[in-house]
């Protein structure tokens, strides 16, 4: 048996609650009733701390690999640019025109190349898996 109550909300409150039960399907008697039931029960806190703890792991672990994605992106840079500058002979002047010109159409194409890879939503780590599982299949062919 069902005690019936009437109480007052306010007006965006009301509408808020007939919206979502509109939505859900279900009637706002459904909605203020589950509501109150989850208010009120004892380990609700529990619950919510449990499910806000939880989400907090996994958003410390998603950090923890961009941290770890964004060290090595700066030290492969780090790295390259030390080697290139270190094996790169500075050029005469009489060169460096036409070395611009190249280096001009060099950097275009890599932004066009960067701009096709972006777009397929394959990056370089994808790439690189497929080469480690390539060379793996190699490597079990060969044994």
């Known amino acids: 048996m069902r005690t019936k109550h009437t109480f007052r909300l306010p007006p965006r409150l009301a509408a808020q609650l007939a919206e979502y039960a509109i939505r859900k399907r279900v009637s706002q008697a459904t909605v203020v009733e589950i509501a109150l039931t989850s208010f009120l029960s004892a380990d609700g806190p529990e619950r919510l701390e449990a499910a806000l703890s939880r989400r907090l792991d996994r958003l410390s672990r998603q950090a923890d690999r961009l ?3 964004l060290e090595i992106s700066n030290e492969s840079l ?8 270190t094996a790169t002979p500075p050029l005469p002047d009489s060169a460096q025109p036409a070395a611009q010109a190249t280096g001009k159409e060099r950097y ?3 932004i066009e190349a960067l701009g096709r ?3 397929r939503g394959q990056g370089i780590a994808f790439e690189l898996a497929g080469d480690r599982h390539a060379a793996r299949a190699e490597d079990i062919d060969e044994a």
């Open 78 to 85: 780090a790295l390259f640019v030390r080697f290139w500058l």
């Open 108 to 110: 275009t194409g890599f």
């Open 117 to 119: 890879r972006i777009a």
């Open 67 to 69: 941290e770890h994605g």
